[in-house]
């Protein structure tokens, strides 16, 4: 069996040393070098040689910044002769970006699947993909996992006897409702349109909310427009309370502050992302025992798709 070697990128830290510790293994360090030009170089300081090498970096800001320094490190691994590089990204920031809905505009989706390929990547790992064909975009084995099973546990221990799912939009209706089938309860889903990335409308909830317990199931809550909007349906429609649930909690623009000065119950999110604030109203669900599960399985050339599965 070859050698597993993990390293980590500088995007966080914490969520590293939590896979590695369920892992049992040792951080590999890593030196990183800022030049006066501007340009970053990396050095992976431990051996790659015939290593089965993990590369845990997330995609959160500064994005381009941690995008360049995972594809130095996984090209660093390359041309150290590892015997695999496995880049875990357990939030994949350019997952937004997934068509052509405007014209002359870049996808950046899979401009970034092809430049992490090129660098060297031989395999991905990665939580939660804004779109599913996101997956497909990259030309390497992509192992994706969502975090519906952690969401669940959480929600199992709520009174669900009155309680709705709502995704915010028709396209993550399916995560929504398989994360309902998960607790037993039935899924509704609002008529979503994106604006700009500051301006969302939602004309219409499909599904009885009306006098029910709402739990808002997103992939991600970014600036909280999707949310603040789905709020203004959801007390239009009579709901009697909602909780906010999430796999990537980027909270940009103050947007934890915000939503939790408002009337949800509680705001739910994985450590996907590192946060910066704490609030009473938030819980932070570790992804770090299913992602240290996935990398033993993937080392050992066992079935990920078993574990996970929808
Ligand atoms: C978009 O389609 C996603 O599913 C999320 O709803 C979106 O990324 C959230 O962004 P924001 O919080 O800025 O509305």
Known sequence: MREIAVFGGSSHPELTAEICAHLRVPQRPVLLKRFANDCLEVQLQSNCRERDVFIIQSLVRPVQEHLVELLLMADAARGASAARVNAVIPHYAYARSDKKDAPRISIGGRLVADLLVTAGVDRVLTLNLHSPQVHGFFSVP?????????????????????????????????????????????????????????????????????????????????????????????????????????????????????????????????????????????????????????????????????????
Do not use: W
């Open 142 to 310: 992509v192992d994706h996992l969502h975090a519906l099973r952690e969401l669940a546990a959480h929600f199992r221990q709520r009174d669900l006897s009155n309680a709705v799912v709502v995704s915010p939009d028709l396209g993550y209706a399916k995560s929504a409702a398989a994360f309902a089938r998960r607790l037993g309860l039935p899924v509704a889903a609002g008529a979503k349109e994106r604006m700009s990335d500051t301006e969302v409308r939602i004309a219409a909830i499909i599904g009885d909310v009306a006098g029910r317990d709402v739990i808002v199931l997103d992939d991600e809550i970014s600036r909280g427009t999707t949310v603040f909007e789905l709020l203004d349906r959801l007390r239009e429609q009579g709901a009697r309370s909602v909780a906010v649930a999430c796999t990537h909690g980027l909270f940009a623009d103050n947007a934890l502050d915000k939503l939790a000065a408002s009337d949800v119950t509680e705001i739910v999110c994985t450590n996907s992302a590192p946060l910066e604030t704490e609030h009473s109203k938030l819980t932070v669900l570790s992804v770090a025992p299913a992602l240290a599960e996935a990398i033993s399985r993937i080392h050992n050339g066992e079935s990920v798709s078993s574990l996970f599965d929808h």
